[in-house]
């Protein structure tokens, strides 16, 4: 089933194209912290930190560990998985607005060497006084 994933705005989820209700805020910022590294391993002293805080409880792992298991259940398929020292979510091509959103914003080659444009052919930009433009570092 197809599963979206939205950061940009409200966390949301949605499973064939249906919205699924998430939990408190608590659940839906663990959810939005392994979005926000999708793809990569959050450790879970950066989920204490971020989302309880200072002065977490004492059972604050058992907390974190129900967070994730009921996330995988409303998910419905197996993308959260444990890596020490934390948890992934694995997130593939169009499944995260925030994904689709930096494909879409990507900028443009920059003007320099050693930057992404470095398969540019000949000389770059240059203004009428044969100088180069200021933006152009």
Same mark, same amino acid.
């Given at each position: 089933?197809? %599963?979206?994933?939205q *950061?940009?705005g409200? !966390?949301?989820l949605?499973?064939?194209?249906?919205? %699924? =209700?998430?939990?408190?805020?608590?659940? =839906?910022?663990?959810?939005?912290?392994?979005?926000?590294?999708?793809? +990569? %391993? *959050? #450790?879970? $002293?950066?989920?204490?930190?971020? !989302?309880?805080?200072?002065d977490?409880p004492l059972s604050v &792992?058992? $907390?974190?560990?129900?967070?994730? #298991?009921?996330?995988?259940?409303?998910?419905?398929? @197996?993308?959260? %998985?444990?890596? @020490? @020292?934390g948890?992934?979510i694995?997130? /593939?091509?169009?499944?995260?607005?925030l994904?689709?959103?930096?494909?879409k914003? /990507? @900028?443009?080659?920059?003007? +320099?060497r050693?930057?992404?444009?470095? &398969?540019?052919?000949? #000389?770059?930009?240059?203004? /009428? #006084?044969? &100088?180069?433009? &200021?933006?152009?570092?």
């Amino acid at each position: 089933m197809a %599963v979206r994933y939205q *950061v940009l705005g409200p !966390v949301e989820l949605f499973t064939g194209g249906v919205p %699924v =209700r998430l939990g408190g805020p608590k659940q =839906r910022a663990v959810l939005a912290l392994l979005l926000l590294h999708a793809n +990569r %391993v *959050v #450790s879970e $002293q950066r989920f204490l930190t971020m !989302v309880w805080g200072d002065d977490p409880p004492l059972s604050v &792992r058992g $907390q974190l560990q129900m967070y994730v #298991s009921q996330l995988r259940k409303l998910i419905g398929e @197996p993308v959260i %998985v444990r890596r @020490p @020292p934390g948890y992934l979510i694995q997130v /593939r091509p169009g499944e995260l607005d925030l994904h689709d959103f930096d494909e879409k914003a /990507r @900028p443009a080659p920059i003007w +320099r060497r050693g930057g992404p444009a470095t &398969r540019w052919r000949g #000389s770059g930009p240059r203004s /009428r #006084s044969g &100088r180069a433009p &200021r933006w152009v570092a």
